[in-house]
């Protein structure tokens, strides 16, 4: 009786999943699929290579210092770095007295208290404090930017689908508006039509306007794309200093684990190969014949037992 009883709940079971899928079927069929605008204009970052791609990806230092100077003469005059402090920038090959000055010649000074009135005042920044936000807080930050936050830009390669790719095709990727983009797909007042942004439509303004912009002191050509990839990869390492010797632990391990599965191989060979046949052979101390040869010995040994 139960069995029959369970066999007719599963049926059940069995005829409300059956019914569940014909009304899927049927709709997937049936209903148009509408297409949101973002969907149909976004475009996915550019292919661009950088020199920490892949398992073997190595900072290339000259590019971070590039990246650097672009950050610090474009981009700090709205984003802050707030995870990374000036004496980071040692990883970079900049020596202790440059990153001193560059630290007391940064353009934003850092908050502070004045030590005789107790109130609160600015001072210049010194190597171990995090790069500051240009921005009092965020409040005056929305306010400086169409009421957008630019966001501190730390960890934003990891923090982004798409990583450093992302960053400089959303640096190269200003453009206007193509004529068939929908009236509320455009860009509103103080927006930027940008196809690689979310929503396409940015409230930065195109932060790289012109080839020259900054001026590269190892004489790599400052186009708007150097500038753009430089950027993207000095973002890169802010996001993971750690990304080289991350590659060096997992290349080690990776070896590690091959040594140690030969290793494995080995002595599964050298005592577990053949143990069928050897275990024949090799007959433990319950077999009759090797008692009766331990009592024998036992026996001439005058042992009892
Ligand atoms: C004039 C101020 C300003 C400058 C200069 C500027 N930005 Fe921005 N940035 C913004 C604002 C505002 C936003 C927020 C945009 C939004 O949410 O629509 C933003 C957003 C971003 C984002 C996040 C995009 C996302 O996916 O959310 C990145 C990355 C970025 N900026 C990188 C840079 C880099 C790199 C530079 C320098 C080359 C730079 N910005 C220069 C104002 C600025």
Redesign the pocket.
């Known amino acids: 009786m139960v069995r029959f009883f369970g066999a007719l709940v599963g049926m059940g079971f069995i005829a409300a999943l059956l019914w569940s899928f014909g009304w899927g079927v049927n709709a997937q069929l049936t209903e148009t699929h509408t297409q949101s605008v973002e969907h149909r204009f976004h475009q996915e970052p550019r292919d661009v290579a950088f020199s920490t791609d892949g398992p073997f990806g190595k900072f290339d230092r000259a590019q971070l210092q590039r990246g650097f100077q ?2 610090k003469e ?2 700090a ?3 802050s770095l707030g995870q990374v402090a000036f004496r980071n920038l040692a990883d970079l090959g900049y020596e202790e007295p440059e990153i001193k000055a560059i630290a007391a010649q940064w353009q934003i000074e850092v908050p502070s208290i004045n030590p005789d009135t107790g109130e609160a005042t600015t001072r210049k920044a010194i190597a171990s404090d995090h790069f500051p936000s240009p921005y009092a807080n965020e409040v005056a930050a929305r306010a400086g ?2 009421n ?4 501190d ?1 730390s960890l ?1 390669v990891k923090a ?1 689908e798409g990583g450093a790719p ?2 400089y095709s ?2 190269t990727g200003y453009q206007n508006a193509p004529a068939d983009l929908p009236a509320e797909a455009r860009p509103g007042q103080g ?1 930027h039509y940008n196809p690689y ?2 929503n396409l ?5 195109p ?2 306007t012109a080839d020259g912009q900054v001026t590269y002191a190892d004489g790599t050509n400052p186009t708007r794309e150097n ?2 990839k430089d ?2 990869a000095f ?1 890169t390492w802010t996001a993971e200093p750690n990304l080289e010797s991350r590659h060096r632990t997992g290349l080690a391990v990776l070896i590690f684990l091959l040594i140690a599965t030969i290793l494995a191989y080995m002595a599964y060979q050298n005592i577990w190969h053949g143990g069928a046949d050897r275990r024949v052979r090799q007959t433990g101390p319950l077999d009759p014949e090797n008692q009766a040869k331990s009592r024998a010995a036992k026996k001439e040994a005058g042992i009892k037992g």
């Open positions: 672009v950050y474009v981009c005059a709205c984003h930017n169409n957008a936050l630019p966001p830009l934003i982004r992302y960053i959303l640096l927006l942004f979310a439509n940015i409230a930065m303004p932060p790289l500038m753009a950027v993207a973002l």
